[in-house]
């Protein structure tokens, strides 16, 4: 969305309602901060201001600062003494290293489930293939966005190993941001689907290799669009 007002603040009202999310307090508050620096409502470069947000969200500084710790951390703010914490920006080298360890992650992933799919889980799939052609047919980005993630990790999760979605979302984190960026790209959308369907017939099929093929080739197509997004966009990334 990149929304920001005239001195650059987020907009604190964009965060999620905590009262829906599980966990601790502190837990709350940073799941709305990660979920709204992820879906771009605070874009890069953004201060990050713990007053309206405690206002927003109706808490206390302590799990804000919590919660802005834990996101540091992350590597999606930046707290800098004497001047304030702000959403990071684009790193392409970060960027490079999580599509790296994620196509990794992937083409593994696509090898077992080819090979040890139950017929359970291929109505999963084909139930959400169905799922990411709607929203494709309804113009329906952000849906088709949350249908994709929902694929990659409905894949994750038939592999038998239970840290493996945390695993492939904690590598990939500023991968997930700007790929949100690239998505209302005019026909991006509908190639995805069609990547997707090619990588869905390849396990429908237990074909591993094929499944890899089709899946580093849906992987493929990330760094150089988000490349092209850097020279369209410079001013969302890290100045070298």
């Given at each position: 969305?990149?929304?920001?007002?005239?001195?650059?603040?987020?907009?604190?009202?964009?965060?999620?309602?905590?009262?829906?999310?599980?966990?601790?307090?502190?837990?709350?508050?940073?799941?709305?901060?990660?979920?709204?620096?992820?879906?771009?409502?605070?874009?890069?470069?953004?201060?990050?201001?713990?007053a309206?947000?405690?206002?927003?969200?109706?808490?206390?500084?302590?799990?804000?600062?919590?919660?802005?710790?834990?996101?540091?951390?992350?590597?999606?703010?930046?707290v800098?003494?004497?001047?304030?914490?702000?959403?990071?920006?684009?790193?392409?080298?970060?960027?490079?290293?999580?599509?790296f360890?994620?196509?990794?992650?992937?083409?593994?992933?696509?090898?077992?489930?080819?090979?040890?799919?139950?017929?359970?889980?291929?109505?999963?799939?084909?139930?959400?293939?169905?799922?990411?052609?709607?929203?494709?047919?309804?113009?329906d980005?952000?849906?088709?966005?949350?249908?994709?993630?929902?694929?990659?990790?409905?894949?994750?999760?038939?592999t038998?190993?239970?840290?493996?979605?945390?695993?492939?979302?904690?590598?990939?984190l500023?991968?997930?941001?700007?790929?949100?960026?690239?998505?209302?790209?005019?026909?991006?959308?509908?190639?995805?689907?069609?990547?997707?369907?090619?990588?869905?017939?390849?396990?429908?099929?237990?074909?591993?290799?094929?499944?890899?093929?089709?899946?580093?080739?849906?992987?493929?197509?990330?760094?150089?669009?988000?490349?092209?997004?850097?020279?369209?966009?410079?001013?969302?990334?890290?100045?070298?």
């Amino acid at each position: 969305m990149l929304i920001m007002n005239n001195t650059n603040d987020i907009h604190a009202t964009l965060l999620p309602d905590i009262s829906a999310l599980e966990g601790s307090l502190a837990q709350r508050v940073y799941q709305a901060m990660k979920e709204a620096i992820l879906a771009l409502d605070f874009p890069p470069g953004a201060n990050v201001r713990k007053a309206p947000i405690c206002e927003t969200l109706g808490v206390s500084r302590a799990p804000v600062t919590e919660a802005i710790a834990r996101l540091a951390n992350e590597g999606l703010v930046d707290v800098v003494p004497q001047s304030g914490t702000h959403v990071s920006y684009f790193s392409m080298d970060e960027i490079r290293e999580g599509v790296f360890l994620r196509e990794a992650l992937e083409l593994a992933t696509v090898a077992k489930v080819a090979r040890d799919i139950t017929d359970e889980q291929l109505k999963k799939l084909r139930r959400n293939m169905r799922m990411q052609e709607l929203m494709v047919e309804d113009d329906d980005t952000a849906g088709f966005y949350q249908a994709d993630e929902e694929f990659h990790q409905m894949l994750m999760e038939f592999t038998g190993f239970s840290r493996l979605p945390l695993v492939a979302q904690t590598v990939s984190l500023q991968v997930r941001r700007a790929r949100l960026l690239l998505l209302p790209t005019p026909g991006r959308v509908a190639e995805t689907l069609q990547e997707h369907r090619a990588v869905f017939a390849a396990i429908q099929h237990r074909d591993e290799a094929a499944a890899q093929q089709e899946m580093r080739r849906h992987i493929g197509q990330l760094l150089p669009r988000i490349e092209t997004l850097q020279t369209s966009k410079p001013e969302l990334f890290h100045k070298n």
